[in-house]
Nanobody, 121 residues
């Protein structure tokens, strides 16, 4: 079970990059997926989640700006980030959990390596 996140980088405030998370070794369709982020000196926080059935949920801080989606045929999960703010700067991680989506990092046992997003003002 492996997850590979990509798409991060240095962007300006207001940019709209898309993060990707590719799963290998298991079918993503059987897993709820989450995106989390961790800024320097802060705890890892939940950003968005998508259930096996495709229902989506967002942290209040990103609601209306970020969109999580999945393509089970490609074993991919995405995080479209719009109107980025400097406070969105963090290392972003995708994570998989068998069947049931939660917002608690400790509930997830499968993690990607993270992709860093830096938003300049």
């Amino acid at each position: 079970v492996q997850l590979q996140a990509s798409g991060g980088g240095l962007v300006q405030a207001g940019a709209s990059p898309r993060l990707s998370c590719e799963g290998s070794g298991f079918p993503l369709s059987a897993y709820a997926m989450g995106w989390f982020r961790q800024a320097p000196g802060k705890e890892r926080e939940w950003v968005a989640g998508i259930s096996c059935a495709g229902s989506t949920h967002y942290a209040d801080s990103v609601k209306g700006r970020f969109t999580i989606s999945r393509d089970n045929a490609k074993n991919m999960v995405y995080l479209q980030m719009n109107n980025l703010k400097p406070e969105d700067t963090a290392n972003y991680y995708c994570a998989a959990r068998w069947m049931v989506m939660t917002a608690r990092p400790n509930d997830y046992s499968n993690w990607g390596q993270g992709t860093e997003v830096t938003v300049s003002s």
